[in-house]
């Protein structure tokens, strides 16, 4: 299994749909975990943490289920804002790179109106 | 506060020539870290560092050698540049170890090399 792997996408939704990205990963000593967004020809920039209690912020809801080594995003109510790139993100544990971030490969949504 | 800025944002080599980028923060954070991303690749760490005076290799460092100097810049060389070095490179700085805080990044800066 690839270290974190993602839905490859695109998604094309309507406004107003409610969309689900999908995440596993392969180090089940992975202690952390979260959701970046990144802009076209932009920079990747933190959408929220995800805690193994599920965490929810307005519109956005983040789940993580450790013995499944499955992460998962919902977009309730969709905006055009929300186009972007989502990249699953977990940390690296063992050795020297102990706390490093690995990435996945992102899976691009586009909303239409 | 500017966050994470790099230098140049552009860039154009032909193969075989070397150069800099630059990286600086205002954050005061401890660690910083240099990515490139590839289409279809993701994002992947190249070189990182836990401190001043202080670097470590990532995922794929071949090719690359950085430098930190100072807390507030971390320094990225390509020696004799590669087409597959053609990339877009980011940097980011974390106040603690990336796996427990959030990674800021800079803007990018792209290469071509030809």
């Known amino acids: 299994r690839k270290e974190v792997e993602q839905d490859p996408g695109p998604f094309n939704v309507p406004e107003g749909a409610t969309v689900a990205f999908n995440c596993t990963y392969s180090n089940s000593a992975s202690q952390s975990f979260f959701w970046y967004r990144q802009d076209c020809r932009k920079e990747p920039k933190l959408l929220m943490s995800v805690y193994s209690s599920g965490n929810e912020d307005g519109r956005f809801t983040a789940q993580l289920n450790r013995a499944s080594q499955y992460i998962s995003l919902l977009i309730r109510d969709s905006k055009l804002s929300d186009s972007a790139t989502y990249l699953c993100v977990v940390s690296r544990r063992g050795g020297g790179s102990q706390g490093n971030l690995i990435f996945g490969k992102g899976t691009k949504l586009s909303v239409k109106p | 506060n500017a966050g994470v800025t790099q230098t140049p944002k552009f860039r154009v080599l032909k193969t075989g020539q070397s150069m800099t980028l630059l990286c600086a923060q205002d954050m005061n954070h401890e660690y910083m870290y240099w990515y490139r991303q590839d289409p279809g690749m993701g994002l992947r760490l190249i070189h990182y560092s836990v401190g001043e005076g202080t670097t470590a290799k990532g995922e794929v460092p071949d090719g690359y050698n950085v430098s930190r100097l100072k807390k507030q810049n971390f320094l990225l060389g390509l020696e004799s540049a590669a087409p597959s070095q053609t990339s877009v490179y980011f940097c980011?700085?974390?106040?603690?170890?990336?796996?427990?805080?959030?990674?800021?990044f800079g803007p990018g800066t792209r290469l071509t090399v030809t």
């Open positions: 980011a700085s974390s106040y603690v170890a990336g796996g427990t805080d959030e990674q800021y």
